[in-house]
């Protein structure tokens, strides 16, 4: 799993599938996504994983959108395809980007 910054953002996304947790560390929902998250970058293996801390990068979060944590943004070269706001549990996480990326 990469963990993103404001250098390497833009690349990250612009090729191929990937889905980024917008997470912070004082965010107790964040904290419960994060194993979910993680075990589904194990399962899935064609679509990319990566995380951005809030608090580091909000730069990158205000240029997202985010307005709320945790925030997973999905995203095909570059362009986004959907935005998931909050924990959900992880056989509907994994429904959700199965149907997003058309897996």
Known sequence: MQE???ENFKDAVSSG?????FW????GPCKMLTP?????????????FAKINVDEESDVAGMAGVRGIPTLI???DGGELGRIV???????LKQKIIDTFQL
């Open 4 to 6: 993103l910054t404001s």
């Open 17 to 21: 599938d990937v889905i980024v947790d």
């Open 24 to 27: 912070a560390e004082w965010c």
């Open 36 to 48: 979910i998250f993680e075990e589904l970058s194990e399962e899935i293996k064609r679509v990319d």
């Open 74 to 76: 999905m995203y095909r």
């Open 86 to 92: 909050g924990a959900l549990q992880k056989e509907q």
